[in-house]
């Protein structure tokens, strides 16, 4: 096959520019601000910057704090990847079963996706309101058996709830690509085999769909640690008590609201490679276990 060649490279410099632009100007211009403020002292109200080293990165690692928003980004993590990904496998197999009125159900499931993390905050916000709705009538029946404006424990599963809500769509279109992906005439031999349909599932469906498994893990995985701070913010605040305190949310808090400027950076700098490890270790060790067909 022939090879594809531009005759003038500036034709081809000009197509690649505004790509280039663009993450110069929203990716790397902010990742050298943020480094040189890691490293250094910046002041609240201006004034210059003073070389500090690693002083930053010190203070962040022996603070008790940051160590326990770690921790609870760690359970909203996996909190949301995994109902996140069960959910939106469970409804992508009932699609792909094409039931009655699943084009309609196939469309409406991937509305949610396109609602921005403040909307969807909001409106869970309302739904999980202790003092209206369903939940007044179980508090009604049960009194404080939800407060999440006075437990950490309710205030993280109903961040939970929202963020995967949110991430269920994105999952449900990768899911259901890759059911359909899969051919019918295995299923039918399958089910003339006389394997019933959670059989087929199990045997057939979930082993090919490892490839999807995989990087629907690594896209909800780093999406938790990195695009909550929406959720958070209309929904809590990083309450009650620092109990959905996520490290993207303290790097705004600490940042913005505490002035404190290259605290933040440096957090930003530790979640940035945090990330990048996770992933690193994703394709290191579960990769292995893909199965590519």
């Known amino acids: 096959m022939k090879r594809a060649v531009f005759k003038n490279n500036w034709v081809a410099a000009l197509m690649v520019a505004p790509q280039l632009l663009i993450i110069f100007v929203f990716f790397y211009w902010p990742t050298s601000q943020a480094m040189y403020w890691a490293f250094t002292l910046e002041q609240p109200w201006g004034g210059g910057n003073t070389w500090v080293g690693f002083d930053n990165f010190a203070a962040i690692l022996f603070d008790d704090l940051y160590w326990y928003s770690v921790q609870v980004s760690v359970v909203y993590a996996i909190g949301a990847t ?6 939106a496998l469970i409804l992508a197999v009932f699609v792909d079963r094409q039931l009655r009125g699943f084009k309609a159900y196939k469309i409406g499931m991937i509305w949610p996706y396109a609602i921005a993390a403040p909307a969807v905050g909001l409106a869970f916000r309302f739904i999980f309101n202790p003092g209206a709705g369903i939940m007044l009538y ?3 029946a049960f009194p404080g ?12 599963i109903m961040v939970i709830v929202a963020g995967a809500w949110k991430q269920i769509a994105y999952n449900f279109i990768f899911f259901l690509a890759g ?4 051919p019918r005439s295995l299923l039918e031999a399958g089910a003339m085999d006389g394997a019933r349909v959670l ?3 199990r045997d057939i469906q979930l082993p090919l769909l490892a490839p999807t498994f995989f990087f629907v893990l690594v896209i909800n995985i780093t999406d938790s ?7 958070v913010d209309t929904m809590t605040g990083g309450g009650p008590a620092r109990a959905t305190n996520l490290m993207v949310y ?14 933040a950076a440096a957090q930003s700098i530790i979640l940035m490679f ?9 394709f290191r060790y579960i990769e292995r276990k893909v199965h590519y067909t």
């Open 82 to 87: 995994v109902l996140s990904v069960g959910m």
């Open 179 to 182: 059911l359909q992906s899969i």
């Open 138 to 140: 179980l508090n009604d």
């Open 250 to 263: 303290k790097i705004f808090n600490d940042g913005f609201q505490g002035l404190d400027y290259s605290g």
């Open 225 to 231: 640690f990195t695009d909550s701070f929406g959720i």
């Open 145 to 156: 058996a939800w407060d999440p404006n006075g437990n950490g424990t309710h205030a993280m």
């Open 199 to 201: 059989r087929r599932m």
């Open 274 to 282: 945090l990330v990048v490890a996770l992933t690193v270790v994703q």
